[in-house]
């Protein structure tokens, strides 16, 4: 079982700058990838980043050139950098093990993107 807790969202103005966490527990972080997902309001969640236990990295395309995905397995933690915010970017985004099988979700973190 597998348990996560994000943080870091805010409100945040178009061009701005977040960094969310998400802290895992449950099962030993290492042998987990890792991926970050969102959903807007009306939409399906979406994937936006993925890493794996060798810290292979994979990107969505709205993603690539403005977010990095990182993780510390001493502090069982994914990162998600995000740059150059956009509009568009709203929405609460989620971490969860992958794949994702039938996992259960977090709570995840609202970040809005608004002047």
């Known amino acids: 079982q597998v348990h996560v807790v994000e943080s870091g969202g805010g409100l945040v103005q178009p061009g701005g700058s977040l960094r969310l966490s998400c802290v895992v527990s449950?099962?030993?972080?290492?042998?987990?990838?890792m991926g970050w997902f969102r959903q807007a309001p009306g939409k399906q969640r979406e994937l936006v980043a993925s890493?794996?236990?060798?810290?292979?990295?994979n990107y969505a395309e709205f993603s690539k050139g403005r977010f990095t995905i990182s993780r510390d397995n001493v502090k069982n933690t994914v990162y998600l950098q995000m740059n150059s915010l956009k509009p568009e970017d709203t929405g609460v985004y989620y971490c969860?093990?992958?794949?994702?099988?039938?996992?259960?979700w977090g709570q995840g973190t609202q970040v809005t993107v608004s002047s």
């Open positions: 890493i794996t236990t060798d810290e292979y990295t």
């Open positions: 969860n093990a992958i794949p994702l099988g039938n996992r259960s």
């Open positions: 449950g099962t030993p972080f290492k042998f987990l990838a």
